[in-house]
């Protein structure tokens, strides 16, 4: 999800995306409110805001996305967990059944204790289920699944390959093309809203301040 509006006037609606930042604005929208406000002012009159009311519209008052600290973020915490190469290389190769450690290893081209220690990340945090299993005459050994949590960044991997199949893969074409297992069609990772609307390759969309949001206490001007 991408936040839209770069200009200050939004050219389908008119609205002016961001208003003046005073005190009586900031208090009547209910933003959180953080320390260094006076110095935050001018600055926020000449950035336009991607907040907005629970309806997706315009208010004045709205502060610039930079107001809120970038660390108290969704988009950072996933990224903190699985933006590392290895780790969504290793998450990729078990959403397509390569599940046991030396089987990883061979195909990744990874060294072991790298491995072991994402393998070990992943777990921890969710993402990744070890179970045990016995190969006859052997030793017992573990291989790893994607846990729901795990199977629900598929998406998140699939929209990554669309974008790489678009952008990266030259002439030789696609290296893997997927479709759905139960009609053969090819699949799709599409952006809609909650009313069933497709919002495209520019989608323009509007963030409503979350609970769990919070203010920059440091915010300086330059």
Known sequence: MTA???SDTDTRTGEVPAADFGASADQ???WPRGRGRGQRQERARSL????GDSAGRAVPG???YDDFESEACSIARTFALVGE???LLVLRDLANGVRRFDDL???LGIARNVLSRRLAALTEAGLVVRSAYRAEGARER????LSKAGRELVPILLATMAWGDRYL???EGRPVIPRHADCGAQVRVLVTCEAGHELGDRPRVRLEVGPGSRRRDDRTTE
């Open 48 to 51: 336009p805001s991607v907040f």
């Open 62 to 64: 709205a502060p610039p």
């Open 85 to 87: 190469r290895w780790t």
């Open 105 to 107: 290893v061979s195909h």
């Open 4 to 6: 839209s509006s770069t």
């Open 28 to 30: 009547e929208a209910g």
């Open 169 to 171: 893969a030259g002439d």
């Open 142 to 145: 573990h291989e790893y699944r």
